[in-house]
């Protein structure tokens, strides 16, 4: 059991290293034909570091990313959230 080719993966990051973690994930995925998505719960501009580079990497790998930094926009999000096979938290 496990990700495979052809699921859809939500990864929700914040603003601290593991949002930056989050990235990689994505970027691995993505490599490997697995459907992602991003959700942000920051402005991107607060990612620092190793996160800040990570979340470029993804920006201009033209990875989706839905930026849901306030409370609302998650319930926003709802849907798409719902049609995951997988969420990781980062």
Known sequence: CGVRR???V??????????????V???????????VEVFVACDPAAFRGDAAIHFNV???AAIPITIAAAPQDWWASAT???????????
């Open 10 to 23: 939500a990864i929700c990051c914040g603003k601290g290293n593991n949002g930056g973690d989050g990235c």
């Open 25 to 35: 994930i994505a970027r691995h995925l993505d490599n490997h034909g697995v459907g």
């Open 80 to 90: 798409r959230l719902q049609q995951a096979d997988w969420i990781v938290d980062a």
């Open 6 to 8: 052809g699921d859809f």
């Open 58 to 60: 993804i920006r201009n």
